[in-house]
């Protein structure tokens, strides 16, 4: 598998370095065969080269087959750069010109991290749900936009929430094929009472659900109804699919369940068979070099790349519950540990799931 990795700005390439040393295990150990690349991606490459994305790791980016990506940095980082530099070398383009249209972020609490949740252990425990939020199209990629000087001298912002059928469609069928391996329920969430375009992704959700897959439940829920639900009844939800807009707004609020971002993973598809996977955590500049960031929603990515990448589930669940072992073992890193629990470092955590894999792989 040609598998390209970009570490990116601030905490990515510490947490990237953690993914990769599990992922070199899995080629030691279990056979995963991989050709690296990497490259640098952002800031780093206009410090360098000028630009933010040189032609060669543009034309690299295009040909892997799987890119394992750390985080962009922040919009104070990059004010200084002019703005068509900013839109070459961003994420969206990279999710844009491949195609990555569905965005799958998996939200499970493990059990070891119950106190590490704002939820009462009551509500917080057992959540195991997806968002898939549809990634190239709506509020990010809608034209016209910009911002525009009025007669009178001042100036308006717009962008445009615009979708078709055929995107919509494509985002249903995906989440009602992932509710298929789950518990069969999708909650299709919008705002179809007052969006023109809400009205018709619910049309299209009822449409394609009802004649392709009658095996698998649907709901229609509101996008504000959605967020009280996700922090009242976390488990009342299978996969949730919704718009680009509304699913980075729910993910984010489903990642206070767990207490932190730095525990979510994403992986973002098209139908060719190239993914891209990435913590959802940004760049945390904050920390940047301090070695305490939380690798886990990257390890947990990597994980990801195993079961949709690698076509291995198998390895895949492997490093899951190598996770959950080194939680419940009781490795924290600063923003899971509790009051005064002592902390690991962001390698001393890659440890610690390292650790439990040779368990796992001696027991088997």
């Known amino acids: 598998m040609k598998l390209l990795v970009l570490p990116g700005d601030g905490v990515g390439p510490e947490v990237t370095a953690e993914a990769l040393r599990i992922l070199r295990w899995f080629a030691e150990h279990r056979g995963l065969t991989l050709e690296v690349t990497e490259r640098g991606f952002g800031l780093v490459n206009w410090e360098r080269h000028g630009t933010l ?7 690299r980016i295009e040909e892997a087959e799987a890119i394992l990506f750390g985080a962009v940095g922040s919009l104070d980082q990059q004010a200084v750069i002019p703005p068509e530099e900013r839109r070459k070398g961003s994420l969206l383009r990279m999710r844009k010109g491949l195609d990555l249209y569905a965005n799958i972020r998996p939200i499970r609490l493990p059990e070891a991290l119950l106190e590490a949740s704002p939820l009462k252990p009551r509500v917080a425990r057992g959540a195991d749900f997806v968002i898939l939020r549809e990634l190239t199209a709506g509020m990010y990629f809608g034209t016209p936009r910009g911002v525009e000087t009025l007669p009178d001298g001042t100036r308006r912002g717009v962008n445009t929430h615009s979708y078709t059928e055929g995107e919509i469609a494509r985002a249903i069928r995906f989440a009602c094929r992932l509710a298929r391996e789950r518990r069969g329920h999708v909650t299709s969430v919008d705002k179809a009472n007052v969006m023109e375009a809400g009205a018709l992704w ?50 984010d609020a489903g990642g206070a369940i767990l207490g932190s971002l730095g525990m979510l993973p994403s992986a973002s598809v098209n139908d060719r068979g190239q993914a891209l996977y990435e913590p959802v955590h940004g760049s945390a500049p904050d920390i940047a070099g301090e070695g305490i960031a939380n690798p886990l929603g990257a390890i947990l990515s990597a994980a990801l790349l195993l079961r949709w990448s690698a076509k291995q589930p198998e390895d895949a669940a492997m490093l899951e519950r190598a996770v959950d072992r080194a939680l419940d073992a009781g490795a924290r890193t600063a923003d899971i540990a509790a009051p005064g629990e002592p902390a690991v470092s962001t390698s001393g955590m890659g440890d610690a799931v390292l650790r439990e894999l040779s368990l796992l792989q001696g027991e088997a």
Not at 228 to 238: E, G, H, L, N
Request: glycine share 4%; net charge negative.
């Open 53 to 59: 994305m040189p032609d060669e790791t543009w034309a």
């Open 202 to 251: 619910r049309e299209v959700a009822g449409r394609v659900a009802r004649e392709e897959f009658p095996d698998v439940t649907l709901e229609n829920m509101l996008a504000d109804n959605c967020a009280i639900q996700i922090a009242r009844d976390p488990r009342r939800f299978d996969v949730i699919v919704t718009d680009n807009l509304f699913g980075d707004l729910l993910s």
